[in-house]
């Protein structure tokens, strides 16, 4: 498996931006397809946003598409979530999490997770 560590989550306000780093280490991270979620409090867990281990595929959930940019970059281990124009019902704590293959919204393919790092957004 691979260990994950996410950064860069903060309080902002609606409109404003953010953007997560997620570090990977492990022997096969850079094999790896990685994805974001996120949770409210009271809700279940939800995917954001997909990216295949060569960056050359990206998926988004509707409810981000346009506003969340993924990327990644292999050499330094890492992958990335753009957060531009957010709203309050952004707010949650999100999560970096792993796979080899599957569907990439489906969170039960994930098998290495991060701890999560919170982002709220003020109206």
């Known amino acids: 498996q691979v260990q994950l560590v996410e950064s860069g989550g903060g309080l902002v306000q609606a409109g404003g931006s953010l953007r997560l780093s997620c570090a990977a280490s492990?022997?096969?991270?850079?094999?790896?397809?990685m994805g974001w979620f996120r949770q409210a409090p009271g809700k279940e867990r939800e995917f954001v946003a997909a990216i295949s281990w060569s960056g050359g595929s990206t998926y988004y959930a509707v409810s981000v598409k346009g506003r969340f940019a993924i990327s990644r970059d292999n050499a330094k281990n890492t992958v990335f979530l753009q957060m531009n124009n957010l709203k309050p019902e952004d707010t949650a704590v999100y999560y970096c999490?792993?796979?080899?293959?599957?569907?990439?919204?489906?969170?039960?393919?994930?098998?290495?997770w991060g701890q999560g790092t919170q982002v709220t957004v003020s109206s």
């Open positions: 999490a792993g796979r080899i293959g599957g569907d990439p919204s489906d969170s039960r393919v994930y098998g290495s």
């Open positions: 492990g022997r096969t991270s850079r094999s790896y397809a």
